[in-house]
């Protein structure tokens, strides 16, 4: 019961440091409304199902260093199947590049059960690979995204019957992501698969001795990581229009996201709702740094620097938690 | 009392008029590679402008290593910041069109320099990339004599500049049937990638009667230098170390091609003239490449012209744009904005 609460009050904690700096982007931009939520959901949509992808892995304790190369795959893939196709074609497409996602995962988590190579030295040559194979689709940026695939991202929520006021606040590619983490999440969190990667991340010998095959469970977490570099990597394409066969810097930012929020690098602990909060702080921080005007050269620092005082915060005050 | 408002009142309007007069415009700046000495003076030259200008009351810099994803989510908080125009190098030629169209919707003016954007609505200055190729090769391929093999060394695979000296590339050795290519290699424009890649050819020993490289120069005539191996004609960018050793390394044939950074001040420039109201005739404003040989008199003048101990080797020498940039040496040197 105290787990849950530390695990749910870290979550409580972020959120509550995402209020504060809303408020204090309010402040510094009188200005900052609807349009300005608006950009923080599209700028965060990439991020966060990147951070996505790489909580799941690491709950069940792997690390997957492919992920943005796995992105950029799915992004340039999904572009260029896109080029000149009508709707119905594009939406085919997309499923092909969510399955082709998942079985680039699977392949990667493969990988790591059969060799026995350490998943960060199997993760970081396919990094490799992927890039590689990004660019042999494609080149140069370029491709299509469907019209209606780049206006799901866009703009407030509109619902019929419901006055426009009520929702338009909440964007769209917050919507989405929601969408995509109860789609996919949910029903593996409530299954008995997802108390596997819980088992095979909190101490994968035990969770062998009771029953769990380890092996299948952790290939499925990688396959579970892929479909959602997969979305990533659409978010990507949504968002610019095009496929960049050049991954974007979404690796080592979902690796801070998932431990500001609150997972466990070694597996096991954490959930997916604090690294998508953590991912909302770090791209309102960013926000706030270019609204104020900061030197770009300290922006980066002091992004640093936010996480690790949270971070130790945390762990200063889950140790006192243990205490009493 | 009524004197009293009226003073007030008059008072208020003057406060106006000399706003208006001083015209304090506010100009945002978005890029996305840090760390290389060409993107560096063209933040420079963007920071001196502004400044010699006398029109911008202050600069709001996003200046990080992302994509053309990030680098909307920053024309976005630019836009939240509220900029009266946003001076761009775009990450791809199409990937930040729809965060440009939010923009200018909004009335804000926008500038991409160094490379183009399709947006319709963005006004676009940039030095011609596929000349630059283009300029740079056939003076090698001239060099070699017409014919032999040419080690090809490229920026970053994928990158919009690279594709575009590709075409100049490829129009050039259209023209020479008998120039193959030895070895194509990216250097991603990394010093140290460039560097290991040419000890590897070197190395191999693979033939090759010249090299062409797309501004990571100075590394490769090192290599050389410090393994011993002979000499042949290299082609590189205005970097200040590379025109050094255009002057200096004995047995050196090489030509540099000019690609200034300074094209980022140019960029301010062109957005103060639009919103004074003054605009260009065309959208886009190509600045054309120059060619500086040391094979010939005019072109020495000219390298011997270009040098400056003062200023950082990885940058390009060519620090201003005239008709464009009013700032001096020293302010680009000193990288001070408005305000700083």
């Known amino acids: 019961m105290r787990r849950l609460l530390s695990d749910s009050g870290w979550t409580l904690g972020l959120a509550g440091l995402l209020a504060a700096l809303l408020v204090m982007t309010k402040l510094i931009q009188p200005d900052f409304g609807v349009s300005g939520l608006d950009s923080l959901g599209r700028a965060a949509l990439p991020f966060a199902l990147a951070t996505l992808g790489m909580a799941v892995v690491v709950i069940a304790g792997g690390i997957d260093l492919s992920l943005a190369s796995m992105m950029a795959v799915c992004s340039v893939t999904a572009a260029r199947m896109m080029e000149g196709a009508s709707d119905g074609q594009s939406a085919l497409a997309l499923i092909f590049v969510l399955a082709l996602g998942a079985a680039m995962g699977a392949l990667n988590g493969a990988l790591v059960v059969a060799s026995r190579v350490p998943d960060i030295v199997v993760t970081l040559a396919m990094l490799f690979v992927w890039q590689g194979t990004a660019l042999l689709i494609l080149n140069a940026p370029g491709g299509a995204a469907a019209p209606w695939l780049r206006a799901l991202g866009v703009g407030g929520l509109t619902l019929p019957l419901i006055p426009e006021a009520l929702t338009v606040w909440l964007p769209r590619s917050v919507i989405f992501l929601m969408v995509c983490l109860a789609v996919i999440w949910l029903p593996i969190r409530r299954s008995p698969l997802g108390l596997r990667f819980y088992a095979i991340g909190s101490d994968a010998l035990a969770a062998f001795r009771s029953g769990v095959p380890v092996g299948r469970t952790k290939i499925a977490a990688y396959a579970v990581t892929g479909l959602f570099a997969a979305l990533g990597g659409i978010a990507v394409t949504m968002s610019t229009g095009i496929g960049e066969p050049i991954p974007g810097p979404y690796l080592l930012a979902a690796v801070a996201a998932v431990v500001l929020g609150g997972v466990v690098l070694g597996g096991g602990r954490g959930g997916l709702i604090g690294p998508i909060l953590a991912v909302f702080v770090l791209r309102l921080v960013r926000m706030d740094l270019t609204l104020m005007s900061v030197d770009p050269n300290v922006t980066t620092i002091v992004e640093g620097a936010i996480m690790v005082v949270v971070v130790m915060l945390g762990g200063v005050l889950a140790m006192r938690g243990r205490r009493t | ?340």
Not at chain 2, 8 to 28: E, H, N, Q, R, Y
Not at chain 2, 268 to 278: E, N, S
Not at chain 2, 287 to 308: E, R, S
């Open chain 2, 1 to 340: 009392m009524k004197r009293l408002l009226l003073g007030s009142v008059a008072l208020t309007l003057a406060a106006f008029a000399g706003m208006a007069d001083a015209k304090p415009w506010k100009i945002g700046i978005s890029n996305t590679v840090q760390g290389n000495g060409w993107r560096e003076e063209m933040v420079c030259a963007m920071k001196a402008q502004a400044l010699a200008s006398g029109e911008v009351s202050a600069l709001n810099i996003a200046h990080r290593n992302t994509d053309a994803a990030g680098q909307s989510e920053d024309i976005r908080n630019l836009i939240q910041a509220g900029v009266d125009a946003i001076v761009v190098n775009p990450a791809n030629a199409d990937g930040i069109n729809a965060a440009i169209k939010e923009a200018t919707d909004k009335g804000i003016v926008v500038v991409a320099v160094d490379q183009a954007v399709t947006e319709p609505s963005a006004y676009i200055i940039s030095n011609n990339q596929e000349e630059y190729a283009y300029l740079g090769a056939k003076w090698l391929f001239q060099q070699m004599g017409g014919k032999g093999s040419v080690v090809y060394m490229r920026g970053a695979a994928g990158a919009g500049a690279d594709n575009d000296r590709d075409k100049g590339f490829k129009k050039a050795m259209a023209e020479f049937p008998d120039i193959k290519i030895a070895s194509e290699v990216f250097t991603g424009w990394q010093q140290d990638q460039g560097k290991q890649q040419i000890n590897d050819i070197i190395a191999s020993g693979a033939k090759f009667d010249g090299v062409w490289t797309s501004g990571i120069d100075n590394v490769i005539v090192d290599a050389f230098t410090e393994s011993g191996a002979p000499l042949v004609p290299i082609v590189g960018a205005d970097n200040a170390g590379f025109v050094g050793q255009l002057a200096s390394v004995k047995g050196l044939k090489g030509a540099a091609v000019t690609n200034p950074g300074s094209v980022g001040g140019a960029g301010v420039a062109l957005a103060l003239q639009i919103l004074d109201g003054k605009k260009p005739a065309e959208k886009t404003v190509l600045v054309d490449p120059v060619l500086w040989d040391n094979t010939t008199d005019a072109g020495k003048a000219q390298i011997a012209a270009a040098q400056n101990p003062k200023l950082s080797p990885e940058w390009p020498v060519s620090v201003s744009i005239p008709g464009w940039t009013t700032y001096t040496m020293d302010q680009i040197i000193a990288c001070k904005g408005p305000g700083e």
